[in-house]
């Protein structure tokens, strides 16, 4: 199984946390499908605190352990991944769900295309009844599989795959942060990103040991997959946010100069249409501004306006936190005193209000985010 690390082509890792039960199972069924194939080969186990004997398995059967004390699915594989020798590393869960007989075939697809990933593709494979709950085979794995396709240029058909190959000197060049189970979206993503070539294979997935307790947990570590997903990409936020801002605000605009107007039986840019625009106005202001703090941890191209907002003075920022106060302050005395004038009776000034509020509130949370991403970016040592 081991060999001169000078010949070693590939090292199979392993993540663990107490697999006892099914571990010996799963370095076996390695063993069986890379011995013919007469690749020069390792398995790890990245322990991650198992307190079952997991480790004592994987050194009775000549693997190698290597502990990893930060604790995730992620850290683990980091950890198993960095520790290799082999020219390619090769990862499965270690709860004998994956079909690891499918490990030469994965090597050797991942070596013929000269890829720097491989991935077994359950979705295009055979899944025993069981092995994979409902809302994760039609909903959650075909959702986040289209979105990374989507957003990242891809062809894949199982983003959620566990079970791949990559080539270390190409792992390492994409500097992979995630501990948690994103950590398989994250590798996917920064693959992607880095125009990697990557290749699947049909493989499949069968149901692990009745007794086992999943360490996956579907809501949390889906919307941890989610949010990781949409980090990447601060562009969608950026034009997400535009197109709803600037038209909203032009049409606020056009309501506070033509008021309501009859387009045949409709009746549009009344106080209705004006409370609709605000709530638009004031939401891509929101999620432009998101997607203006992603930018600072991002190194996409943003929008030459996005550029000019985040490296603005903070001179500027000062100013316009203070313009935006001041006009906040005049139009409450301004209604105040009307509403004296009238004495304290009702106004009918709705309209006039609303545009008013729409393009002050739109300023006012453009400028108090932009002072969340100028303080974001000072402790980041940004300068």
């Known amino acids: 199984m081991t060999h001169s690390s000078d010949a070693l082509k590939l090292t199979f890792v392993f993540p663990c946390l107490n697999e006892e039960a099914t571990l010996a199972t799963c370095v076996s069924q390695v063993k069986a499908s890379l011995d013919p194939a007469n690749v020069p080969y390792e398995i790890v186990v990245a322990d991650n605190g ?4 997991s480790r004592e398995i994987a050194v009775e059967l000549g693997c190698r352990v290597v502990p990893v004390a930060a604790r995730g699915y992620g850290a683990a594989l980091k950890g198993g991944i960095e520790a290799a020798l082999g020219e390619y590393v090769m990862f499965a869960d270690s709860d004998n769900t994956y079909l690891y007989e499918h490990a030469a075939p994965l090597y050797e697809a991942a070596v013929k295309a000269d890829a720097g990933m491989a991935i077994a593709s359950r979705m295009i494979g055979e899944i025993s009844p069981g092995a ?11 959702v986040l599989t289209w979105l990374i396709n989507r957003l990242f240029n891809g062809e894949l058909t199982d983003c959620n795959s566990g079970f791949r190959c990559v080539k270390k000197t ?10 948690g189970m994103e950590f398989a979206s994250e590798l996917l993503i920064k693959s992607l990103k880095a125009k990697t070539r990557t290749v699947e294979i049909p493989s499949g997935l069968r149901c692990g040991p009745p007794d086992r307790v999943a360490h996956l947990r579907t809501w949390r570590d889906g919307m941890r997959h989610l949010l990781f997903i949409l980090a990447e990409k601060p562009a969608l936020f950026e034009w997400l946010g535009l197109l709803l801002l600037v038209p909203a605000t032009l049409l606020q605009g056009l309501a506070g100069v033509m008021g309501p107007v009859a387009l045949g039986p409709f009746h549009v840019l009344d106080i209705h249409s004006q409370a609709l625009l605000l709530m638009a106005g004031i939401l891509g202001t929101q999620i432009y501004v998101f997607g203006c703090s992603l930018f600072l941890r991002s190194d996409d191209k ?8 985040i490296h603005m003075d903070e001179g500027t920022v000062f100013f316009m936190l203070l313009g935006v106060m001041m006009a906040c302050l005049i139009v409450v005395l301004g209604l105040v005193i009307v509403w004296a004038r009238s004495g304290f009776a009702g106004l009918g000034q709705a309209n006039n209000l609303l545009v008013a509020v729409h393009f002050i509130g739109v300023a006012a949370m453009g400028a108090i ?14 300068v």
Do not use: C, Q
Not at 371 to 376: C, F, K, P
């Open 369 to 382: 985010g932009l002072l969340s991403v100028h303080t974001l970016k000072k402790a980041r040592g940004g």
């Open 132 to 142: 994979m709950p409902p809302l994760h085979r039609h909903l959650g794995t075909p």
């Open 170 to 179: 190409e792992y390492l060049n994409w500097g992979i942060r995630s501990d």
């Open 50 to 53: 198992s307190t079952d004997r």
């Open 302 to 309: 943003s929008l030459s306006l996005t550029r000019r907002l």
